[in-house]
Nanobody, 122 residues
């Protein structure tokens, strides 16, 4: 069993930056693919980015490419999401997830965090 806890969310002005962290416990995630998703009110959960177990492969959604960067520290069992040039449209609850593959499909992920709120003001 893997327990994921996100942190680092908050309120930021448009154009600002935030760095989200997702700490895993209960079992090492060094062999898991890790992903970040978000869900805004009234909208479906949206894939943002995924990273392979080794960190050598990443996959970004077009909506965040060039603005968001994923990284992982397997020694610390943690994945990060650096978010720059934030826009009001980025406002959502952000979730990290772990699974056997680092894909864009939410159904490929077995473990999910509880989410952290990111609000971007204009």
């Amino acid at each position: 069993q893997v327990h994921l806890v996100e942190s680092g969310g908050g309120l930021v002005q448009a154009g600002g930056s935030l760095r989200l962290s997702c700490a895993a416990s209960g079992r090492t995630v060094s062999s898991y693919g890790l992903g970040w998703f978000r869900q805004a009110p009234g909208k479906e959960r949206e894939f943002l980015v995924a990273i392979s177990w080794s960190g050598s492969t990443t996959n970004y959604a077009d909506s965040v490419k060039g603005r968001f960067t994923i990284s992982r520290d397997n020694a610390k069992n943690t994945v990060f999401l650096q978010m720059n040039s934030l826009k009001p449209g980025d406002t959502a609850v952000y979730y990290c997830a772990a699974g056997s593959q680092s894909t864009a499909r939410s159904t490929d992920y077995n473990y999910w965090g509880q989410g952290t709120q990111v609000t971007v003001s204009s």
